[in-house]
T-cell receptor
Framework: GENVEQHPSTLSVQEGDSAVIKCTYS??????FPWYKQELGKGPQLIID?????GEKKDQRIAVTLNKTAKHFSLHITETQPEDSAVYFC???????????FGKGTSLLVTP | DSGVTQTPKHLITATGQRVTLRCSPR?????VYWYQQSLDQGLQFLIQ???????AKGNILERFSAQQFPDLHSELNLSSLELGDSALYFC?????????????FGQGTRLTVV
């Protein structure tokens, strides 16, 4: 199987709080896990990715953690700002690795 | 701006018709991927081309076809359109033969079938 499950589907936080989005994947051979942000009327944009040889990666306010044993990975956004409001997608390679399977997305709303 | 250009941005057409969506990848990128985004199915991979050749197929219907031209731009052809084909269609490109690296998405074409 090549499914990517993503939770929650919606998330509302107050400005300054942290947000966590979780994904699980089924293919143990998967080795690349990107996160995309999609703003209204735009295409998905890569915000951070992690490869299977590391357990955590951080870029300013965003971080991703990977647990290969449990086959899940998470996106953490700290000190959220209203401009973080968007739909976030996790993804993992399809069986052959040529393309990506995407989760169903998490609609994040950051309220001032 | 991702560098991936899709035209048109919006398309409204009737059932049974045929349309062509166009994608110009980022300069130098050899791979083009087509995705369909709908509310109930999310982002679904349709097909990939690499340097003019079809490389991988996803959930693409037989009524749909694509090609990549020598200048690396790609077209997605949708025929015998049904109401359920209404969706956002995205093109993405990457420099390598897979999405195991950063892939850049265009702004999409919103197709409405009436």
């Amino acid at each position: 199987g090549e499914n990517v499950e993503q939770h929650p589907s919606t998330l509302s936080v107050q400005e300054g709080d942290s947000a966590v989005i979780k994904c699980t994947y089924s293919d143990s051979a998967s080795n690349y896990f990107p996160w995309y942000k999609q703003e209204l009327g735009k295409g998905p944009q890569l915000i951070i990715d992690i490869r299977s040889n590391v357990g955590e990666k951080k870029d300013q306010r965003i971080a991703v953690t990977l647990n290969k044993t449990a086959k899940h990975f998470s996106l953490h956004i700290t000190e959220t700002q209203p401009e973080d409001s968007a739909v976030y997608f996790c993804a993992a390679p399809k069986g052959s690795g040529y393309a990506l399977n995407f989760g169903k997305g998490t609609s994040l709303l950051v309220t001032p | 701006d991702s560098g991936v250009t899709q035209t048109p941005k919006h398309l409204i057409t009737a059932t049974g018709q045929r349309v062509t969506l166009r994608c110009s990848p980022r300069s130098g990128d050899l791979s083009v991927y087509w995705y369909q985004q709908s509310l109930d199915q999310g982002l679904q991979f349709l097909i990939q081309y690499y340097n003019g050749e079809e490389r991988a197929k996803g959930n693409i219907l037989e009524r749909f076809s694509a090609q990549q031209f020598p200048d690396l731009h790609s077209e997605l052809n949708l025929s015998s359109l049904e109401l359920g084909d209404s969706a956002l269609y995205f093109c993405a490109s990457s420099g390598q033969g897979s999405m195991n690296t950063e892939a850049f998405f265009g702004q999409g074409t919103r197709l409405t079938v009436v």
